[in-house]
């Protein structure tokens, strides 16, 4: 891990990219980890556009607890050491994947949510808009899908497989992975585009990558340093700016 801190240490400009696997330190279970969400392949539809216009309650039965119950889950030691990152001046800002708002929990001001998030929802129907505790309290009083005045479902901005990215983060943090001379990688199989391709931006214009996951990625062999614990990692942040 020395070779990651000197290197955040001396770098000009550092961006992170983070994944499921820096929330599951929190308590939110992964998709592709050991104990991941996907090993249920069901669970592959709950994120599908297709699926949720043909039947919303499959998102709604399969996220009830966890996105409806996300007030529960703290930051955890990544979103902190990140935080801690940011206002030492150290590190430029962080795309993630993740949709669970818990970089933001932790202060982080400069976060490119790449898969959106469930702050707000929009009706299939007419497109109006409703928050996140309109949908909750819905969901509180018994409704099986939350629905919009018009009858239309309505559904997260999260971004579903069969969706495009929200252009304006993917933009951000396409030209913060070009500018940066170190790219961090953290808690994410790299398995998914466009956003697995960013550290590929990075390794173009001539930056290093550093990838702290448990997991093997695609992109191990290019890295300039490869570690396999989160917690190692927020702990050697923690030490080095103390
Ligand atoms: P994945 O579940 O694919 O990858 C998370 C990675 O984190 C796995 O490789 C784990 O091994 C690793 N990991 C978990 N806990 C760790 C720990 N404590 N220390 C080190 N490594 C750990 O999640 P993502 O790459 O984020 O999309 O998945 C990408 C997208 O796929 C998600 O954003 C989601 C999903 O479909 C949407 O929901 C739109
Ligand atoms: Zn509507």
């Given at each position: 891990m020395k070779k990651l801190i000197e290197a955040v240490l001396n770098a000009k400009r550092t961006v992170a990219l983070t994944g499921a696997g820096v929330s599951t330190l929190?308590?939110?279970?992964?998709?592709?980890?050991?104990?991941?969400?996907?090993r249920n392949p069901e669970a592959e539809k709950i994120?599908?556009?297709?699926?949720?216009?043909?039947?919303?309650?499959?998102?709604?039965?399969?996220?009830?607890?966890?996105?409806?119950?996300?007030?529960?889950?703290?930051?955890?030691?990544?979103?902190?050491?990140?935080?801690?990152l940011e206002d030492a001046g150290r590190l430029a800002g962080i795309a993630t994947q993740?949709?669970?708002?818990?970089?933001?929990?932790?202060?982080?001001?400069?976060?490119w949510e790449l898969h959106g998030s469930p702050l707000w929802h929009h009706c299939r129907i007419c497109g109006k808009s409703a928050t996140f505790e309109q949908v909750c309290s819905q969901l509180?009083?018994?409704?099986?899908?939350?629905?919009?005045?018009?009858?239309?479902?309505?559904?997260?901005?999260?971004?579903?497989?069969?969706e495009m990215l929200p252009e304006e983060a993917l933009i951000a943090a396409q030209s913060a992975a070009i500018g940066a001379d170190v790219m961090m990688v953290l808690g994410t199989s790299l398995t998914v585009f466009p956003a697995?391709?960013?550290p590929n931006l990075t390794l173009q214009a001539g930056g290093k990558v550093f990838i702290v996951n448990a997991q093997p990625t695609a992109l191990d062999r290019y890295a300039a340093g490869r570690?396999?614990?989160?917690?190692?990692?927020?702990?050697?942040?923690?030490?080095?700016l103390a």
């Open positions: 929190s308590g939110i279970p992964d998709f592709r980890g050991p104990q991941g969400m996907y994120f599908d556009i297709d699926w949720f216009d043909r039947d919303p309650g499959v998102y709604y039965r399969g996220c009830r607890e966890l996105v409806y119950g996300f007030e529960k889950f703290r930051p955890g030691p990544v979103h902190l050491a990140l935080k801690q993740n949709i669970d708002m818990l970089h933001q929990k932790a202060g982080s001001s400069n976060v509180k009083a018994g409704a099986e899908v939350a629905r919009c005045v018009c009858g239309g479902a309505l559904k997260p901005d999260i971004t579903f497989f069969g697995a391709g960013l570690y396999p614990d989160l917690r190692e990692f927020a702990e050697a942040v923690k030490n080095a």
